[in-house]
């Protein structure tokens, strides 16, 4: 449980931080974020980066503020930075909602935003909420800046568009319609552990129809996406037990589930049916 | 001696009462002294490297690359301890098991992940670590044997997969199943899980040359016949080698025995005449400690039209890993001696199986062998209710021993032991856990919300345990200069409050107050001989041999005291630590006083024998909703009750239940050590191997009856170490078999959601 050698370096300056990012990168160099993921791998030597580019102290990365248009999120914002509302939006209480289901509070404490969605793993909550809510990506590297869809931005298990010398800078997830209203769900064998599925619904009732509804689904897949189908056969209806029972339903079967050794493909069907329904449910005030 | 005094202040009685624990205030303030605190100067490291496969051939071992490693002080492989016997066994030790020991490295054949093939030892355990990685293994693969219930044959060149098997029975039980008005089958099983103590192992020692002492600290549970034993593999003796033991951080039965790390730390530190330390990894300790608890059971009832059992018959196949470590044949021979629990049964026959596969050795855990055929019984119990169309409850009041019938021989012996049920009256501990439970308004509640959709359920379980395993236990009590008392005994203490109860008992028979009691235990270097803390024995064990060398050492202290005080002894006391005149009037002396008179005379020993065990008995009643949508199981209630004669403290007998309670519940619905095709572990962190946390564990209604005190020491006293664990599993299968009212719906622990959501799907 001791990790490998490995040389930590302690970048104050962004430029600094991306200087030696692209000097170690193909010197098995990784950030250190949180450390909440990385540290573990590197405890059981699944990893052993020989450099660690430590980001904690590096200024202006953390950043959270909304410009009326989107959240930023800098790579140094901790989960427990959403215990409290982040913004005067739907966005704030939806992230509040989430993050109560990540880990347990020490871990909130310390692991970050940005560092989950450079980690992806599938059953996150903010790669579900970064997937539902077409969040954007900020890479920054030597090279320059880029923005990264969330949809392109998940490539598999573990496994992203960034660059290896690409640092996760920011995240900006839009803000939603005063109106919005959000549903969050997930299952798993016990308080705090990674979820066996996971959904987040957002949608707003114009004229007591839903519209703009967002189904979201995470832990099921390599990667959490959108189920465009089940956000189709709620658009136009009136919110109802229903409704809620065909969107679920449509949901899992358009999933390519994950199996391992406690659940095969049709217990994680039942799963998505489960979290998707209870998502909208919980949706309703 | 002191002025007249007016004693107004009764004296005080410590048993009984749910006095504050003494042993919590180190431990508040963060002063606990564990094994990894433990540290000397010069010290080196060890580092296992364990087996990557299950099963194969060790052609090579290429350790260079290590030993050039800066910092790498030495590498061991088999060779540079062949010397050493296999670890020998601790109980139930069948001469046929003998070759299945495990030597404390691997020659040439590896049989699970994680066997110890080799040790490094390095200035530091990140450089050990490094080292360890670095050493190169030759093994050729062979295919793994992972399957305990199918064709015997053999495990290795040597060796066949069944070495024994344990054979019980009383009665005539073919000729009860010709009899029978029904014969009631059921094939159930318990999976492979284990005793997960926050602090791992770990062993450091010293060899103090000057003195010729060795000493290994890190020791729990079993230090004295520990040290006898490892003296004896590395050719010592037990007057020049010392077990100590610190604080421990839970035992559970898997922490304390001799394990191969032991062994090789006292032997290279008496090599290298350099301090060893090894602290075990929750990796290694998930896959090398012992695991526990796997069984496969046949087991079948011929009963009568009423539903009273005729006869049982149960035949089943107990994984033991790839050795027999120091239990042997433990645990199969205690799940055979006690399957049949409270119930009355005219025949009965057992046949175990005792099984080798390529994975880690087992050894006892918490109401070893009793958590397994509590589930298998108690299962049987409800199918049986099912075929007579009565319930849960009256199948068993039907079946019941009763309070008459005891003391009641069960013919049937185990751990060297008659099993004779010594007092019990289980029917009225079933009306009191009922009554604790709420019943009658509980099935009045379910039955309402079922109809609203819900699926809900109930369940009992009763279970008879067994605790205070002798032969026997040796105290020492002194009375110190400053008048401290101090209470000197052969057993250790791994979390249960051994120092509060027995301070508590000494307290009551010398008439001091409690607080004032230094209690030591698990230090070899203290008192010649101990059996340690296992078998719930220790409160009902060393608890009377400290109440007779207190009582002994007060009748000596009153009698030096008379000399002093020129009256005689019966008109003496010892009140709150002062001596006194009965009456009270008159001169008093302080027991300071009598020992700075009398130095060194105020010690007494006594020894406490006992050839059987004691029995205290339980009921648990169990309610849980299932979640048809995704297979979770939430338990709604939970009641225990639990008779254990006479309650030194209540709220320690309380914890203690509390405490196995979280466990039986993990064994129920969380815990399993999983292997895939290749024998490879799964369950190797613990976000695979799923403990229950405060979030999974519901409040638990406890309710510690002493209807049935024993009649084997005088103040009645039976164990209570593992009543909290024994039955959960059986209980909560009840109560999801009566919420998806299916009958026997639940055949295998633990329970998952995915099979609880396929077994929904039917319903
Ligand atoms: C017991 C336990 C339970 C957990 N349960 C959950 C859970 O239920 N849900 C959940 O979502 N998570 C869970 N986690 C993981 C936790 O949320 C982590 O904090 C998170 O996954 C990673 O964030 P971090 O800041 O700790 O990243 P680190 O561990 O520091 O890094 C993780 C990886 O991302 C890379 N990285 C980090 N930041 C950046 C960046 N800005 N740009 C580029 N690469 C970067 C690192 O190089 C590394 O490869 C759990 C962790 C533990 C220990």
New binding site residues.
């Given amino acids: 449980m001791k990790p490998a050698p490995f040389v930590r370096h302690v970048p104050r300056t962004l430029d600094e931080a991306l200087g030696l990012l692209s000097q170690l990168a193909g010197q098995e160099g990784?950030?250190?974020?949180?450390?909440?993921?990385?540290?573990?791998?590197m405890a059981f030597r699944l990893?052993k980066?020989a450099h660690?580019?430590d980001?904690n102290e590096v200024a202006g990365?953390d950043r959270l503020e909304s410009d009326g248009k989107a959240l930023s999120i800098g790579?140094?914002v901790?989960?427990g930075a959403f215990h409290k509302l982040a913004v005067d939006n739907p966005l704030g209480a939806l992230l509040t909602f989430v993050a109560r289901?990540?880990?347990?509070y020490p871990?909130?404490m310390?692991?970050?935003?940005?560092?989950?969605?450079?980690?992806?793993?599938p059953?996150?909550?903010?790669?579900l909420t970064a997937a539902t809510l077409d969040a954007t990506m900020v890479?920054k590297s030597s090279r320059g800046t880029r923005e990264i869809a969330a949809r392109d931005f998940f490539e598999g298990i573990m496994s992203t568009a960034?660059a290896e010398d690409?640092?996760?800078?920011e995240v900006r997830l839009p803000l939603l319609a005063p109106d919005a209203k959000f549903g969050f769900n997930e299952f798993?064998r016990r308080a705090?552990?990674?979820?066996m599925a996971s959904s987040l619904v957002t949608y707003r009732i114009v004229g007591g129809k839903m519209t703009d509804t967002r189904v979201g689904v995470g832990g099921a897949e390599a990667a959490p996406r959108r189920i465009t189908e089940a956000e189709a056969t709620l658009n136009g209806q009136t919110p109802n037990d229903a409704a809620f029972r065909e969107a679920a339903r449509v949901a899992s079967d358009a999933l390519d589930p994950l199996e391992d050794h406690q659940t095969n493909a049709e217990y994680r069907r039942d799963l998505v049916r489960a979290v998707v329904r209870r998502a909208l449910e919980n949706s309703l005030p | 001696m002191g002025q007249p005094t007016k004693m107004t202040a009764s004296k005080q009685k410590f048993v009984g009462r749910s006095v504050a624990r003494l042993e919590d205030r180190p431990l508040l303030l963060g002063q606990g002294r564990f094994a990894a605190d433990i540290s000397f100067p010069g010290q080196w490291h060890m580092r296992v490297v364990r087996s990557p496969v299950a099963h194969g051939k060790l052609l090579g071992i290429d350790a260079s690359a290590a030993l050039a490693l800066p910092g790498v002080h030495a590498v061991w492989t088999y060779k540079d301890v062949a010397h050493i016997p296999p670890i020998p066994f601790r109980l139930t030790g069948l001469v046929e098991l003998e070759p299945y020991r495990q030597f404390i490295l691997a020659n040439d054949t590896v049989r699970y992940v994680g066997e110890p093939v080799a040790v490094i030892f390095a200035t530091d355990q990140y450089i050990a670590e490094d080292a360890a990685e670095m050493v190169e293994l030759n093994i050729e693969t062979l295919p793994p044997i992972l399957d305990a219930s199918g064709d015997t044959g053999p495990f290795d060149a040597e060796r066949a997969t069944e070495p024994s098997i344990i054979r019980k029975s009383f009665g005539d039980v073919d000729s009860a199943f010709k009899a029978a008005h029904d014969v009631v089958s059921l094939e159930l099983s318990v999976g492979r899980h284990s005793g997960v103590p926050m602090e791992t192992r770990g062993a450091i020692a010293r060899y103090d040359e000057a003195r010729d002492i060795l000493e290994m600290h890190g020791a729990a549970k079993v230090p004295w016949w520990n040290r006898d034993h490892i003296a004896q593999m590395i050719g010592r003796t037990r007057t020049n080698m010392h077990l100590l033991e610190g604080h421990v951080g839970g035992g559970f039965g898997i922490r304390g025995e001799i394990y191969p790390e032991d062994v090789l730390v006292c032997a290279a530190a008496l090599v290298f005449k350099k301090p060893i330390k090894w602290i075990e990894d929750r990796r290694e300790h998930l896959i090398s400690a012992n695991h526990s608890r796997q069984q496969q059971h046949r087991i079948r009832a011929a009963i009568d039209a009423d539903g009273h059992i005729l006869a049982i018959d149960d035949e089943f196949f107990h994984d033991n890993g790839a050795y027999m470590r120091t239990h042997a044949a433990t645990v199969p021979d205690l799940a055979a001696a006690m399957l049949p629990g409270p119930y009355r049964v005219p025949a009965y026959r057992a046949v175990g199986h005792i099984r080798l596969t390529n994975k880690t050795p087992c050894g006892t855990y918490r109401a070893p062998g009793r958590y397994e055929s509590t589930f298998i019984r108690e299962r049987l119990m409800d199918a049986i209710a099912a075929k007579v169309g009565v319930d849960g409850v009256e199948i068993r009041r039907r079946n019941l021993i009763a309070k008459a019938e005891m003391p009641y021989d069960l013919h049937l012996d185990t751990l060297g032991t008659h099993i004779v049920y010594d007092s019990g009256d289980y029917a009225l501990l079933l009306d009191k856990t009922l009554a604790l439970a709420g019943w009658p308004e509980l099935q009045a509640s379910l039955k309402k919300r079922r109809a609203a959709g819900e699926l809900l359920g109930a369940g009992v379980a009763m279970f008879v345990e067994k605790s205070g395993l002798g032969p026997s236990d040796t105290v020492r009590v002194d009375i110190m200069s400053d008048g401290k008392v101090e209470v000197v005994t052969g057993v250790a203490s791994i979390g249960q409050g051994v120092e509060t109860a027995m301070a508590q008992i000494a307290a009551d028979a010398l008439g001091v107050d409690y607080a004032s009691i230094n209690v030591v235990h698990g230090q070899t270097d203290r008192i010649d001989t101990g059996a340690g803390a296992f078998a719930s024995r220790v409160t009902v064990m060393c608890g009377e041999a400290t109440r007779l060398a207190s009582v002994k050492l007060r009748d000596k202290a009153l009698k030096l005291a008379a000399e002093l005080m020129q009256t005689d002894a019966a008109s003496l006391d010892i009140v709150n630590g002062e001596i006194v005149r009965t009456g009270r009037i008159g001169s008093s002396m302080t027991l300071a006083e009598l020992a700075q008179a009398w130095p060194g005379e105020l010690t007494a020993t006594d020894t406490f024998l006992s050839s059987h065990m004691v029995y205290p008995y339980g009921v648990h009643v169990c309610a849980v909703k299932v979640d048809a949508d995704t297979g979770a199981v939430a338990i709604e209630r939970y009641a225990i009750g639990y008779d254990v004669g006479k309650a030194v403290n209540p709220r320690l007998v309380e914890s203690q239940i509390a405490g196995g309670f979280a466990q039986g519940l993990g064994g129920a619905l969380l815990e399993e050590f999983v292997y895939d095709e290749n024998g490879e572990p799964l369950s190797v962190t613990?976000?695979d191997y799923l403990m229950p946390t405060s979030r999974e564990v519901p409040p638990v209604s406890i309710l510690v009856t002493e209807d049935a005190p024993s009649p084997l020491n005088p103040m009645g006293l039976k164990g209570a170490g593992e009543g909290g664990t024994n039955p959960v599993g059986a209980a909560i299968a009840s109560a999801i078999d009566d919420a998806l009212q299916q009958p026997g719906a639940i055949t295998d622990l633990p329970i998952s959601p995915q099979r609880l959501k396929a077994l929904c799907q039917k319903n």
């Fill in positions: 990784r950030i250190l974020a949180g450390g909440q993921s990385l540290v573990p791998i990893a980066p660690l580019i980001i990365l790579a140094r901790r989960h289901h990540i880990a347990h871990i909130r310390r692991g970050t935003f940005c560092g989950s969605l450079a980690h992806a793993d059953a996150s909550e903010w790669c890479a960034l690409e640092l996760l800078a798993s705090g552990d990674f979820a | 613990f976000a």
